[in-house]
Antibody, heavy 121, light 105 residues
Framework: EVQLVQSGAEVKKPGESLKISCKGS????????IGWLRQKPGKGLEWMGI????????RYSPSFEGQVTISADKSVSTVYLQWSSLKASDSATYYC???????????????WGQGTLVTVS | VLTQSPATLSLSPGERATLSCRTS??????LSWYQQKPGQAPRLLIY???YRATGIPARFSGSGSGTDFALTISSLEPEDSAVYYC?????????FGGGTKVEIK
């Protein structure tokens, strides 16, 4: 069974750094892209970026490039999303999601993590 | 840009629901549909315009290509109450529509 398990909820202050994680299991981790998506309360889904754990190819949405860093460690089947200096506007639920078949990061998302709520206040 | 309509759809159980997603430029058949219930992660329903994901009931179907797409729920069940999002993957950055909320009367 494919599973994506995300790290727990975080409460941080503006200016602090944060790294959240997403651990995949039940499939060959290096073979599928994993994306990060943001959802602010009561709002829709926003794609932030995507990483291919096999070769650490990373693509960012123009809206998020320079604002966050995405990385992967295939030795522990985990991808990460990190901020160096959080803002109140970063408060949201963040989802990781594994792709279906795709190339070049142009993916749809077949399996989703449970979400990580980040509160910056 | 992906534009979903209507914003809200209120129908009775057993009725047919048709949700629309229009893109500003052609995305060929590279369009997916997701269902999200309150407090839950989204769930993939349809990928590449018309292919049902594993375990998705047959009452859900997708159609369209180019710039006009539709998600049809042939006979609404109470558990279909949710927000539905479309997403394109073949024209620039991955983007989502704003969502259609389906309410069951």
């Amino acid at each position: 069974e494919v599973q994506l398990v995300q790290s727990g909820a975080e409460v941080k202050k503006p200016g602090e750094s944060l790294k959240i994680s997403c651990k995949g299991s039940g499939y060959f981790f290096s073979s599928y892209w994993i994306g990060w998506l943001r959802q602010k309360p009561g709002k829709g889904l926003e794609w932030m970026g995507i990483v291919h754990p096999g070769d650490s190819d990373i693509r960012y949405s123009p809206s998020f490039e320079g604002q966050v860093t995405i990385s992967a460690d295939k030795s522990v089947s985990t991808v990460y999303l990190q901020w160096s200096s959080l803002k109140a506007s970063d408060s949201a639920t963040y989802y990781c999601a594994r792709s279906g078949y795709c190339s070049g990061g142009n993916c749809f998302f077949y399996y989703w993590g449970q979400g990580t709520l980040v509160t910056v206040s | 840009v992906l534009t979903q309509s209507p914003a809200t759809l209120s129908l009775s159980p057993g009725e047919r629901a048709t949700l629309s997603c229009r893109t500003s430029q052609s995305v060929r058949s590279c369009l997916s549909w997701y269902q999200q219930k309150p407090g839950q992660a989204p769930r993939l329903l349809i990928y590449d315009a018309s292919y049902r994901a594993t375990g998705i009931p047959a009452r859900f179907s997708g159609s369209g290509s180019g710039t006009d797409f539709a998600l049809t729920i042939s006979s609404l069940e109470p558990e279909d109450s949710a927000v539905y999002y479309c997403q394109q993957r073949c024209n620039g950055p991955l983007t989502f529509g704003g969502g259609t909320k389906v309410e069951i009367k």
